[in-house]
């Protein structure tokens, strides 16, 4: 691969050495064709060129263009014999080719009301259009032009801030944070993705603008998007703590802000359950990567400050805290406008239930809390567990060995009795239509009395889960509750 020098003009003044396999792609060189053709300049811009500098494979391009992007994405669509998207009102086109996406645009200068984060759009340059970018390491670009095709564009010292690991504004970061204060939330994200540290510039902006995060400049989806982008990294923890930092966390999840701080009586405290969320929240990470079993690691003990007590000879509780956590989930969900169907649902449900596995391993493990445990947690049990084992937190290594070896011996039950017993999402063999039809009954509560009651023996391994062993105990429980058999 050739190597090439290119200076970087006007305000930036190293020089970089790199190979360019990126831009020898068959498609960037037809759009340098197609803009030659169009008397445009063109060139690609933003994350694609920043992920080439970190050596990160990218599939989305944004090229800008200095004259309509749109004109030139539809000539390339016409070329490469596919469809193109076209968003005229925010003066936009999107094409897809194969595994990449490109997205066209024309250079821009924008201003903003104090009332909302979208912007007066004007048309203008290159430099302008690099300026209005959220960060030096966002607003580099490379050119497409034939004249210096491959020439690096980096007025405000991107490929630097990448080298020192930083997340910095091209402008004044009053200006930058204040216009748009999503970029807030960017900022965190990309710090937390990246590893960067956030400039202290940057920093001390964004706690003099945090308020607008609290109105209605951002929608709440937007906000919710970038916290999912940040429980996606590899330690999501460095976001919230950077979001803590800067004072946002209580705007966003106050609910999670509360759980920091320490209180004592006597020599007997308990731990900082902040911390704790955040660190279970990372072990959970290392081993998955499904966002929802993230945030119910995030949401686990959620409810720990409405439920804390000191108890004299106890010290502190927080009895039934797993309880109002799962009822406190559906109303944070919503107030994020994160789904409300099954993926809140499921998250819901390993909130109620992440205790239960660890009083099985605290106790004499018997078939029938087993037989409950699968059948309450059903197809997300190894979700469950894996919730569990991340719970433990401890700095003392013995004590952590103890609890995993515990937690493996509720593993081997939960697979026993599964083998067994079959009880994992099973339905009881007797349905309420069998047992209304059995006794001539309307759908009234003494019908689920005798279901439940089904159901119950088979857990509790009073009888087995097939038909007829069900059939008779339903005989027999009609018996009490109505007073007759079949």
Known sequence: MQNICYLCPRKYLAIAFFTLEHLHSP??????????????RAFVIGGYVRDFFLRRPSKDVDVVVEGSGIALAEALAAELHTNVSVFKSFGTAMLRHGEVEVEFVGARRESYRASSRKPIVEDGTLEEDQARRDFTINAMAFSLNAADYGALVDPFGGVQDLHDRRIRTPLNPDTTYSDDPLRMMRAVRFAAQLGFEIDLPSKEAIRRNRQRMAGEVVSTERIADELNKIMACPKPST??????????????LPQIARLKGVEAVGRQQHKDNFLHTLQVLDNVAQKSDNLWLRWAALLHDVAKPQTKRYEEGHGWTF??????GAKMTPKIFQALKLPLNEKMKYVQKLVGLHLRPIVLSQEEVTDSAVRRLLFDAGDDIDDLMLLCEADITSKNENTVKRHLQNFALVRQKLKEIEEKDRVRNFQPPISGELIMSAYNLPPCRQVGVIKDAIKDAILDGIIHNNYDEAYRYMQQKAKEVLGCAS
């Open 27 to 40: 498609i960037l060189q037809h759009i340098s064709r197609i803009a030659q053709r169009q008397g445009v």
């Open 239 to 252: 976001g919230f703590f950077l979001l803590d930092e800067l004072t946002l966390l209580e705007l966003i």
């Open 319 to 324: 009895h039934g805290h797993e309880f109002l």
